[in-house]
């Protein structure tokens, strides 16, 4: 758990190395895919770095899945009336099935 605010990427970049932070930064991602790269790393910093081990483009076609399911699922009517009853983004995601983990 977080106790303060970060940057984006800025958890990602304690576990990435430089070259692959700097090649996503360079990609023209949006910052939900940087809030995905610090979920990992914060919660699955070994898997992380196995997936980083694999190549930019294993890294890259993963993050891609994960973000079109995310986005996909966010933008959908059922998300918008669980947001209205107040649910967290992430109850909505476990209770339609989107793994929001990396498993490498």
Not at 1 to 20: Q, V
Not at 49 to 72: P, T, Y
Not at 93 to 103: F, I, N, P, Q, S
Request: hydrophobic content about 40%.
């Amino acid at each position: 758990m977080l106790d303060k605010h970060t940057e984006p990427l800025e958890i990602a970049c304690g576990i990435l190395k430089s070259e692959t932070t700097r090649y996503i930064q360079d990609g023209g991602y949006a910052d939900s895919a940087y809030k995905i790269l610090d979920r990992w790393a914060l919660n699955s910093p070994d898997a992380l770095k196995r997936l980083e081990a694999l190549g930019l483009l294993a890294l890259e076609e993963r993050l891609n899945a994960q973000l079109e399911m995310e986005i996909d699922a966010y933008n959908s009517e059922s998300a918008r009336r669980a947001f209205e009853q107040g649910w967290t983004m992430y109850e909505f995601y476990e209770a339609v099935g989107v793994d929001t983990e990396l498993r490498v």
